[in-house]
């Protein structure tokens, strides 16, 4: 049923000429997203988020580095959550999307509404758990790449479709910033 309704969605925006985005512009604009992220939370914290990347400290003495490893993981989950929820609000993407000509809209051809943007970016906090990020992403990528619809699961979830933004109606493309 789901599926159906996904299909019929796809084949509508196409009758309008909208042009979905393919696979690879997706997955960079996300690491571009990755890059200015944790740029961004390097310089401010003068590089000591990367300690949430070493492991191996959690074993060398757990109950001092504990604290800070947890910290670091904090700073790192909720810098993302708030990036994509106010990205998405005020300019309806991302930068990485923005930057290669990405737009998100909704099921039915519209602006996604400001209350989903929540959801789509706690939803992608999923790949940045480590290791199972990874393993999450590949199956979203090829997801994105057999299926008919082109959308992952953070789309099926959130009811939404990356499409080129130049590829949009001039009423809906005023809109993005």
Avoid: C
């Amino acid at each position: 049923m789901v599926e159906n309704i996904a299909k019929q969605m796809v084949a509508d925006l196409s009758k309008e000429n909208i042009v979905i985005a393919i696979w690879w512009k997706r997955a960079f604009a996300f690491v571009l997203d990755i890059i200015f992220i944790l740029g961004t939370l390097v310089l401010f914290t003068r590089g000591r988020i990367t300690f949430a990347w070493e492991f191996i400290i959690l074993f060398d003495n757990p109950s001092e580095t504990i604290f800070w490893f947890l910290i670091n993981w904090f700073l790192i989950f909720a810098a993302f959550w708030l990036y994509f929820k106010y990205s998405g609000r005020i300019m309806q993407r991302s930068l990485g999307q923005r930057f290669l000509k990405l737009a998100i809209i909704y099921g039915d051809g519209t602006m996604m509404p400001e209350k989903n943007w929540e959801k789509r970016a706690f939803y992608k906090l999923r790949y940045l758990l480590p290791l199972i990020g990874i393993i999450i992403g590949i199956i979203d990528l090829i997801k994105i790449m057999r299926g008919e619809t082109h959308q992952s699961r953070i789309d099926w979830y959130t009811n939404t479709i990356v499409v080129m933004d130049w590829s949009l109606p001039s009423e809906i493309r005023v809109l993005l910033k």
